[in-house]
């Protein structure tokens, strides 16, 4: 029986810097925590943040651990480089790969995926 997968999608909510001290400070002093949130119906089991400027993707973040259906993580995304642009990849159990590009990470603070 074939199954029509659905389309994933991804919400990126932005977070809006409030104070003027922080928007002034410089990119290496900036907080890279974003919290991931999983609101699809699979859970994520790999999860990679690389920076734009990296041929390949770095370590599983997630190494032995998943994130289920309806949770999150909050992830400090920072590779000492003081880039602000990273690139994610998410891999689901049912084995479906999601790619985005160029995420700023210095006004990120959550990253949802959904079902689209």
């Known amino acids: ?10 919400t990126s909510v932005m977070a809006v810097v409030a104070s003027i ?16 949130i ?5 859970s ?5 943040a690389s920076n734009v400027d990296r041929g390949s ?12 259906v ?7 995304i920072d590779d000492g480089s003081g880039a602000c642009l990273y690139d994610f990849k998410a891999v689901f159990e ?3 790969e999601l790619v985005r590009n160029g995420i700023d990470v210095c006004t990120t603070t959550t990253y949802t995926y959904t079902e689209g």
């Open 1 to 10: 029986m074939h199954r029509m997968l659905k389309k994933l999608t991804i």
């Open 21 to 36: 001290g922080l928007a002034a400070a410089p990119a290496n002093a900036q907080d890279r925590h974003v919290e991931v």
């Open 38 to 42: 999983n609101e699809t119906q699979h």
């Open 44 to 48: 994520i089991v790999q999860f990679f």
């Open 57 to 68: 993707w770095e370590e599983d973040i997630l190494g032995e651990d998943v994130l289920p």
């Open 70 to 76: 309806g949770q999150s993580v909050n992830i400090n």
């Open 94 to 96: 049912d084995g479906e």
